[in-house]
């Protein structure tokens, strides 16, 4: 089975600090981990994916996020919040190899105040 | 975000009414969902066609009934509804053993049952 814990219902954070929307997982085999943003009233959007290969992945808007085997973590960074980062964020994972359906996480309210 | 489309994309209906919810994806992809996200739960996985193969969550009522006529069309059918399912109802694909299946979201139909 797999699954994934994003422990934060709400993080809020400064405009132009550095933000951090936590995720961890559990998955049998090797992981393929994504993130998604939903905007108000709107569908979920890709942000990023780590399939293989370098731990630190980039995405879109300037977020990046960090795999970490050992820790089972997948966090969800950014250098420098916009208030027009807030929005709820989920991740996800799936196994390599597994069922090609993904579990999602809870998800997480990014507040970012001016 | 025309990737997948959906519609309508506000719909009140009455709870004897019968409705249906339209998804289609211009992503060439083999794979449709249909998920179910309500206030303050988890996004919740209904139902998936991949490759004409159906998938269904259990613990979804009858009153729901999807249906998927080709890759690209996914209908959500609905009858005799309670104002618990009142909810944001997303369609996503995917392309079934690529890209580690990232799955592409539409806009969402916003239900209101009375």
């Known amino acids: 089975a797999q699954s994934v814990a994003q422990p934060e219902d709400q993080v809020n954070v400064a405009e132009g600090n550095p933000l951090t929307v936590k995720c961890t997982y559990s998955v049998s085999g090797n992981p393929y981990l994504f993130w998604y943003v939903q905007y108000p009233n709107r569908g979920l959007q890709f942000l990023l994916k780590y399939i293989t290969g370098d731990n630190l992945v980039k995405g879109s808007y300037g977020f990046e996020a960090e795999f970490n085997k050992s820790q089972t973590s997948f966090h969800l960074k950014k250098p420098s919040a916009l208030v027009s980062d807030s929005a709820l964020y989920f991740c996800a994972v799936r196994g390599e190899g597994g069922s090609y359906i993904p579990t999602f996480g809870r998800g997480t309210s990014l507040i970012v105040h001016p | 975000e025309t990737g997948v489309t959906q519609t309508p994309r506000h719909l009140v209906m009455g709870m004897t009414n019968k409705k249906s919810l339209k998804c289609e994806q211009h992503?060439?992809?083999?794979?449709m969902y249909w998920y179910k996200q309500s206030a303050k739960k988890p996004l919740e996985l209904m139902f998936v066609y991949s490759l004409e193969e159906r998938v269904e969550n259990n613990s979804v009522p009858s009153r729901f009934s999807p249906e998927c006529p080709n890759s690209s069309h996914l209908f959500l059918h609905l009858h005799t509804l309670q104002p618990e399912d009142s909810a944001l109802y997303l369609c996503?694909?995917?392309?079934?053993?690529?890209?580690?299946?990232?799955?592409?979201f539409g806009p969402g139909t916003r239900l209101t049952v009375l």
């Open positions: 996503a694909s995917s392309q079934d053993g690529g890209e580690a299946d990232t799955q592409y």
């Open positions: 992503l060439g992809h083999n794979a």
